[in-house]
């Protein structure tokens, strides 16, 4: 799956959070470069991934909801899907 910072996400969650799951638009993409950085957080930032090369990494994104808007972030393993109709159109 390919994402990108502005796509809008849908995030498998632990917990009962919403039926197991929480929406937002990506803003930070991060790879980890070693085996011991599964979030990327010593690694690089880039601005679109394609999941299927398996790599470590997560993604940061802005959830708005009925409980206020606020920060999260998730291994790339948790993203459920890209929702294309509700991502941030790009610039031409």
Do not use: Q
């Not at 997560?58 to 708005?64: A, F, L, P, T």
């Not at 993203?79 to 109709?85: G, L």
């Amino acid at each position: 799956m390919l994402i990108k910072v502005g796509d809008y996400i849908s995030v498998k969650t632990s917990g009962n959070y919403l039926s197991g799951y929480r929406y937002g638009t990506i803003t930070n993409i991060s790879i980890g470069t070693t085996k011991d950085d599964v979030a990327g957080e010593s690694g690089v930032s880039v601005k679109d991934y394609d999941t299927d090369l398996k790599y470590l990494g997560s993604v940061s994104y802005k959830n708005d909801d009925s409980f206020g808007e606020s920060d999260h972030w998730c291994y790339f393993l948790d993203i459920e899907a890209v929702h294309k109709e509700l991502s941030e159109e790009e610039d031409v």
